[in-house]
Nanobody, 122 residues
Framework: EVQLVESGGGLVNAGGSLRLSCTASGFSFGGYAVGWFRQAPGKEREGVAC????????FITTSVKGRFTIFSDIAKNTVDLQMDGLKVEDTAVYYC???????????????WGQGTQVTVFS
């Protein structure tokens, strides 16, 4: 059974950092695109960052570029999202997902985790 589990969310002061981790079971990330998405209350889910797990090619959405970094570790079967310089507007539930195309569109992803809450306060 394919499972994705996110961890690392929490409550943090504006300007602080969090590192989210997405761990897969039932399959290997290698050869797939892994994306991090977020959904704030009342808003649509949006793509934040994605990475080709096997070769490390990645894309970061403009609003978080320079603050967020995405990493893959094939040996551990994890994809992490390092979030620095957090802002109140980064508050959302963060999801990881797996798909076959490297893209920030939610339509391209097949398997999804349950999400982890990130709350940034000022």
């Amino acid at each position: 059974e394919v499972q994705l589990v996110e961890s690392g969310g929490g409550l943090v002061n504006a300007g602080g950092s969090l590192r989210l981790s997405c761990t897969a079971s039932g399959f290997s990330f290698g050869g797939y695109a892994v994306g991090w998405f977020r959904q704030a209350p009342g808003k649509e889910r949006e793509g934040v960052a994605c990475i080709s797990a096997s070769d490390g090619v990645s894309f970061i959405t403009t609003s978080v570029k320079g603050r967020f970094t995405i990493f893959s570790d094939i040996a551990k079967n994890t994809v992490d999202l390092q979030m620095d310089g957090l802002k109140v507007e980064d508050t959302a539930v963060y999801y990881c997902a797996v798909g076959s195309l490297l893209h920030l569109s939610t339509d391209e992803y097949i398997y999804w985790g349950q999400g982890t809450q990130v709350t940034v306060f000022s």
